[in-house]
């Protein structure tokens, strides 16, 4: 196999906690953050609604304030830098695919040199986050859709793509890859992918090698 590209998620995945519960914290809105993205990953929560919900209490947090939250600690899963500095020196696209806000993970994207973002772009004034709405995404599978735009736009056909989660919402993304990686797996997403690992992302990378030899 030739891997053209990578896909990966992003909370629970490429950093070790849900940042957007983290963000909300900010605005004492945690635990509800928490339990609307639980109701999610259970299927009591059905479409875009925790998501929009759970982006619209960050309402009024600064772009400084994200900045300033990510530098006293990035969260970064261990081996994340590894795993990255892996693909860029193999020139392999890197997709990240998520929920969370643009303005996050644009941090992020500048940390490891990440080629793509997938994710929640809600309307920010003057340095601040406003508010978002269903109308903002492309539709219920945004994470799918906007990743295959970006696949389709490289001629990357799902031969040649790899793909790492942790939860059921990332079954999407494992459909458009070839080869799937499950990392601390969660609501059984062991079950639907190829390979899983534990705690270290670097412990991906000898599974790419293999998927390349």
């Known amino acids: 196999m030739v891997i053209h590209a990578l896909i990966i998620d992003f ?4 950093v070790t906690k849900d940042l957007t519960d983290m963000l909300s914290g900010l605005v004492n ?7 609307l993205d639980h109701l999610f990953h ?4 059905k479409g875009l609604e925790g998501l929009v919900r759970r982006i619209n209490f960050l309402s009024g947090i600064s772009l400084e304030q994200i900045r300033e939250a990510t530098a006293k600690n990035d969260y970064l899963r261990a081996g994340a830098r590894e795993l990255f500095e892996y693909l860029k020196s193999h020139d392999i696209i890197t997709i990240i695919a998520s ?9 992020y994207q500048q940390k490891l040199g990440v080629d793509y973002l997938v994710g929640s772009k809600p309307h920010v004034t003057n340095g601040k986050i406003i508010s978002i709405s269903e109308n903002d995404y492309s539709g219920p599978d945004f994470k ?6 970006i696949l389709d736009s ?12 942790d939860s059921p919402a990332d079954l999407g993304i494992f459909e458009l890859s070839a ?11 062991e079950d639907y992918c190829d390979y899983v690992i534990y705690d270290d992302l670097s412990k991906a990378i000898p599974i790419l090698v293999s998927l390349s030899s």
């Open 11 to 14: 909370d629970g995945t490429l």
């Open 29 to 35: 809105k945690t635990e509800e953050s928490r339990e």
């Open 42 to 45: 259970t299927g009591k929560l």
């Open 99 to 107: 929920g969370s806000t643009m303005p996050l993970l644009e941090i």
């Open 144 to 149: 799918v859709r906007d990743t295959k735009l």
């Open 154 to 165: 490289l001629g990357i056909s799902p031969s040649h793509v790899v793909a790492i989660g």
């Open 179 to 189: 080869k799937s990686i499950s990392i601390n797996p969660q609501y059984g997403i």
